[in-house]
């Protein structure tokens, strides 16, 4: 079992911006791709952004595309999201999420292919 901590959510005012840890610890060693879900009451979890174990391939959700940053240090056990410019629609709860086994090379934008998940953090953007 995986646990994951996030960290780094808050209130800040569109166009500003926050960063997110995501640390992990447990069964570390069988984690592959770790990734980054928000969620909004009534609505489903959508995917944000996602990394490779080995950090060479990344993805992001059309809606944060130029904007947020996704990164990893394998050593720490940690992801990171670097969220800039941010808006009052990416108000939503973040959570970080880690895949066991698969490629080191991949990653994935379905919820479902995800095995472990943190207990969120709550990004709020005021306009």
């Known amino acids: 079992q995986v646990q994951l901590v996030e960290s780094g959510g808050g209130l800040v005012q569109a166009g500003g911006s926050l960063r997110l840890s995501c640390a992990a610890s447990?069964?570390?060693?069988?984690?592959?791709?770790m990734g980054w879900f928000r969620q909004t009451p009534g609505k489903e979890r959508e995917f944000v952004a996602a990394?490779?174990?080995?950090?060479?391939?990344?993805g992001y959700g059309d809606s944060v595309k130029g904007r947020f940053t996704i990164s990893r240090d394998k050593a720490k056990y940690t992801v990171y999201l670097q969220m800039n410019s941010l808006k009052p629609e990416d108000t939503a709860v973040y959570y970080c999420?880690?895949?066991?086994?698969?490629?080191?090379?991949?990653?994935?934008?379905?919820?479902?292919?995800?095995?472990?998940w943190g207990q969120g953090t709550q990004v709020t953007i005021s306009s």
């Open positions: 999420a880690a895949r066991n086994g698969g490629s080191a090379y991949s990653y994935s934008q379905l919820s479902r292919e995800y095995n472990s």
């Open positions: 447990g069964r570390t060693f069988s984690t592959t791709a």
């Open positions: 990394i490779s174990l080995s950090t060479t391939n990344t």
